[in-house]
């Protein structure tokens, strides 16, 4: 069975303290991995998909990396309003649904 | 441009009843899928419809259903509600099936449903 796993589960940081949120998958064939964001009460905000390992993207201070078991969501230089849950999901071979993991609460002091 | 609506927002039910939730998609977007999320945890696939297809199906019960109409909207219906069913449940759209080599879904803001 496909699984997700992300880690840590919460993380506290300081504004300007940058880290890295990791995503682990076991599946049959990644087609696809996606992060998303979500803020309380609101639905997932697209982040970005990778497609195959070595596959970079950015936008701001949040950048994605793929390898063949695990990606990466690296922030630099976070800000208070970075705080949110992010989520990491898979689209595997033969399938027509997203595998989610369970989230990663971040929260950014000032 | 609009993104994905869902309606209502907030619904509270009472065990036993039925319930219809409805979404939707973004302009142009053929594809519509479901998803239950409970307090703490990602979100649980529970349907995706392509085209006015069945295209995925979770593991949920009987009791779950939706259709896709020709406008590409969609309605997710809910029987003989349970206390357990009490989630966020969110509506995803994507411009094509899953199947398409470039896949990105879009979520809405929700429907928190309550049931007591």
């Known amino acids: 069975e496909d699984q997700v796993t992300q880690s840590p589960e919460a993380l506290r940081l300081q504004e300007g303290e940058s880290s890295s949120l990791n995503c682990s998958y076991t599946?049959?064939?990644?087609?696809?991995l996606f992060w998303y964001r979500q803020d309380p009460g609101k639905g997932p905000e697209f982040l970005f998909t990778?497609?195959?390992a070595g596959e970079e993207k950015e936008k701001e201070r949040l950048k994605a990396t793929l390898t063949k078991k695990e990606s990466f969501l690296h922030i630099t230089a976070p800000k208070p309003e970075d705080s949110a849950t992010y989520l990491c999901?898979?689209?595997?071979?033969?399938?027509?649904?997203?595998?989610f993991g369970k989230g990663m609460k971040l929260t950014v002091n000032p | 441009d609009a993104g994905v609506t869902q309606s209502p927002t907030h619904l509270i039910k009472t065990r036993g009843q039925h319930v219809t939730l409805r979404c939707s998609p973004i302009?142009?977007?053929?594809?519509v899928s479901w998803y239950q999320q409970v307090l703490g945890q990602g979100p649980q696939f529970i349907f995706q419809?392509?085209?006015?297809?069945?295209?995925g199906r979770g593991n949920f019960p009987d009791r779950f259903s939706a259709r896709q109409f020709p406008n590409y909207s969609s309605e997710l219906n809910v029987n003989a509600l349970l206390l357990g069913d009490s989630a966020l449940y969110l509506c995803?759209?994507?411009?094509?099936?899953?199947?398409?080599?470039?896949?990105?879904?879009?979520f809405g803001p929700g429907t928190r449903l309550t049931v007591t």
């Open positions: 302009s142009g977007h053929k594809s």
């Open positions: 995803a759209s994507s411009p094509e099936g899953a199947m398409s080599s470039s896949y990105e879904q879009y």
């Open positions: 599946v049959s064939g990644l087609r696809g």
């Open positions: 999901a898979v689209l595997t071979g033969g399938s027509e649904k997203l595998v």
């Open positions: 990778l497609y195959s």
């Open positions: 419809y392509y085209e006015k297809e069945e295209r």
